[in-house]
């Protein structure tokens, strides 16, 4: 008589223990499933390799050939230390570098940073205190036709 109504308890245990799996489940499911509002487009949120919430989405397939190209090397070689946006990373935020600085500027800044410094060229010493002197590396093997693609990309940012 003992023995079976031990049975009968964790019979019911098991059975408790059961309906808890499958109401758990069903939670689960149910928060995975995406409803109407979690349904996104096609995304191909780009932007300096930050995706965010507030900043917008742009298709890519809508970008010219030079702005794609901008943003394939600007991800391999810049994202690391700088963001599109005007906040800054390890280096300062590009938003706007195209009319804070001349196109030649650039140029050799981003082809040999070092000897800019060297020039003792006013804006970029500052720059290079501000950035607690860290060194930015040269990329001498970026042409001209490669860093318009990059500025192009970076002017993408609203
Ligand atoms: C390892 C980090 C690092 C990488 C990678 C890097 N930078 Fe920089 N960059 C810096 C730092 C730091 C500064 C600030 C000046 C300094 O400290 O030398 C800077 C400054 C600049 C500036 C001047 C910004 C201004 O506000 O005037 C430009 C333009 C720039 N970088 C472009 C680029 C581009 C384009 C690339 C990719 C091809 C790149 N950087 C890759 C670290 C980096």
Redesign the pocket.
């Known amino acids: 008589m003992k023995n079976r109504s031990i049975n009968q308890l964790s019979k019911a245990i098991l059975a408790i223990l059961g309906l808890m799996c499958l109401g758990f489940s069903i939670v689960i499911i149910i928060l995975l499933t995406p409803g109407e509002q979690f349904i996104q487009e096609p995304n191909y949120s780009f932007y300096c390799g930050v995706q965010s919430e507030t900043e917008p989405h742009t298709d890519i397939t809508q970008i010219s050939v030079l702005e794609q190209r901008g943003m394939i ?2 991800k ?7 963001q599109c946006s005007s906040e800054a990373l ?5 938003k706007g ?1 195209s009319s ?2 001349s196109f030649r500027w ?1 140029v050799n ?2 082809q040999n ?1 070092s000897k800019v ?1 060297k020039k003792r060229d006013k ?2 010493l500052k ?11 040269a ?1 001498p093997n ?1 042409k001209k036709e ?2 318009k693609a ?2 192009a990309y ?1 002017e993408l940012y609203p």
């Open positions: 090397l600007f391999e070689s810049c994202a690391p230390c700088h390890v280096g300062p935020g590009l570098i804070r600085k650039i800044w981003i940073p410094l804006y970029a720059l290079f205190e501000n950035f607690n002197r860290a060194e930015m590396p990329f970026y490669d860093i990059i500025l970076i």
